[in-house]
């Protein structure tokens, strides 16, 4: 596994570097020796179950939390304002106020306000680029809409549209599956892949939901205070690995073609 | 004369309330001001001035342990709201000037309204809406998402501060009008009358200083020919209007 992960490097710019990464929350540990890269142009999935520190380690990531110990690097540097805004970050999609008044556009302009800087007011060059990630995300349509008429589904594509407005070089997506329904999540992640191909971006996402990660992600790291696998989708299927994951009493966590435990359970049934 | 100063002054500070959910720290901030005031009258110094620093360190410690420390904002203004409370009535009693124009305080007196602090309303108001004005897409975006402004770069922390010492600046300059008590209602009312029939927000802010002036100026009046109290008549007149948008929007959805 060394070995495979020295060749990738040789060839790709690393994005994200945690090395030998700790960190605790009132005394108790949430992240334990993390390791973890993530290059450009890949797909990286975090999966894990909830207090896992999947949340915490993704603001390790950006900075906005500092390990006890340990060394972060983003795009090559300690983690601060200036290397945050290559990175585009997409929360929860529960947490934004239905009842907000703004415009899809609206929101799609906000991505572009740290590169427009204080006091200054989005002019028709910002309108024109933030219409054209409408346009890539097939929204155009929709831009004078309230934000809040939108479906989940729709709220999250212009939330892809709004961090990818500014042009950054990851994309950190907290969640992206809660309060989507599966039609929906589908057009998202395939938006997702035509963004690494057309942009050459990254994506690191954290999920709890094991299938939505496994399906869409190039790699990943199973997160349960420690790493328990890093690297390609298949093996986190692991009865072992899912048990330190998810502990003795898992049974079905998803079902698709890749599940084993699930595999298992039926055999024994039939 | 100030009730038209003041009007878009309350209209785009409520604007922000209602949509960061800080009516409660506006009714904990304009109770604070109450002790500032009381301070003012013991230490024999302009109230205005003691009331504005009061409710700005008010403000701030509410912000600030509501975000360092394991309280909840509620839980902070239930405290600072009481303890500044407290303060008044000490200072007042300390003080040898009893029954000052308290009451003109707590409740609000156009009538008492001088040209200085016509003066004072008409500049510290004209800063709150020049900063809001400048910081306006930086408050609406941590308004909408605070997390994401934080991620791009936007001193969220920063402008929680600054919106909750301009809160305490428009506590202040309107509370001769309409009083401690009330000038909570007025820092809610407009912004969330305005919410109801519009959902972009240029138009709900446009909406909110056509409510916030009409209640003044209607309310000034009709106190004035009625013979009512000047602040309740004004708060009066704005929850009407706050009710007959409220169902007006909803057989408008």
């Known amino acids: ?198 942009m050459n971006i990254s994506v690191i996402m954290v999920s709890h939901d094991i299938g939505v990660i496994t399906a869409h992600a190039d790699r990943i790291a199973c997160l349960n205070l420690q790493i328990h696998y890093h690297g390609e989708p298949d093996p986190c299927f692991e009865p072992e690995i899912m048990q330190k994951l998810y502990g003795k009493d898992l049974n079905v966590m998803v079902h698709d073609s890749k599940c084993v435990t699930c595999f298992k359970k039926h055999e024994h049934n039939d | 004369m ?34 500032g005031i009381a301070l003012g009258f013991l230490l024999g110094i302009s109230p205005t001035l003691t009331a504005i620093a009061f409710a700005i360190a008010v403000s701030n410690a509410i912000g600030y342990i509501s975000r360092h420390g394991r309280l909840s904002a509620d839980t902070a203004i239930g405290i600072f709201f009481a303890l500044a409370m407290a303060l008044g009535v000490i200072f007042i009693g300390m003080s040898d000037q009893y029954n000052v124009d308290l009451f003109g305080y707590l409740f609000g007196n156009i009538l008492a309204i001088t040209g200085e602090d016509l003066i004072t309303i008409a500049l510290l108001g004209g800063l709150v809406l020049i900063s809001i004005f400048l910081l306006f897409k930086e408050l609406l975006f941590v308004s909408f998402d605070r997390e994401v402004a934080l991620v791009s770069g936007i001193p969220v922390a920063f402008l929680d501060h600054f919106f909750l010492t301009i809160l305490a600046v428009s506590v202040v300059i309107s509370m001769k009008i309409v009083g401690i008590i009330l000038v909570s209602a007025l820092l809610v009312i407009p912004g969330a009358a305005a919410s109801q029939i519009t959902d972009r927000y240029i138009p709900m802010i446009a909406t909110a200083i056509a409510i916030a002036l009409i209640s003044t100026v209607g309310g000034l009046m009709f106190s004035y020919y009625a013979d009512l109290a000047s602040g309740a008549t004004i708060v009066t007149l704005s929850s009407i209007i706050f009710f007959i948008l409220f169902i007006v929007g909803k057989f408008r959805k």
């Open chain 1, 1 to 198: 596994m060394i070995n495979h992960e020295t060749e990738v490097e040789n060839k790709k710019a690393v994005f994200v570097d945690l090395q030998d990464v700790w960190v605790s929350y009132y005394k108790k540990w949430v992240l334990k020796s993390i390791y973890l890269k993530c290059y450009q142009g890949e797909i990286f999935g975090i999966v894990g179950p909830n207090g896992g520190g999947k949340s915490t380690l993704l603001k390790v990531i950006l900075g906005l939390v500092r390990p006890q110990k340990g060394v972060v690097n983003l795009f090559g540097h300690k983690p601060d304002k200036h290397n945050r805004l290559e990175v585009g970050y997409l929360p929860q999609i529960s947490k934004a106020d239905r009842s907000f008044p703004v415009t899809v556009l609206d929101v799609v302009l906000m991505g572009l306000y740290n590169r427009l800087g204080f006091f200054k007011r989005p002019g028709n060059r910002s309108r024109e680029v933030a219409m054209e990630m409408l346009s890539e995300i097939n929204m155009a349509d929709h831009a004078g809409k309230p934000f809040g008429n939108l479906s989940g589904g729709q709220q999250q594509r212009v939330h892809i549209a709004r961090a990818l407005a500014s042009k950054p070089k990851l994309l950190v997506l907290d969640e992206p599956s809660t309060g989507v329904d599966s039609v929906a999540q589908e057009d998202f992640y395939e938006l997702l892949v035509k963004f690494r191909d057309e």
């Open chain 2, 2 to 35: 100030a009730g038209i100063i003041l009007s878009p002054v309350l209209a785009v500070v409520s604007f922000f309330v209602v949509l960061r959910r800080l009516s409660f720290v506006g009714v904990g901030v304009a109770h604070s001001a109450f002790g």
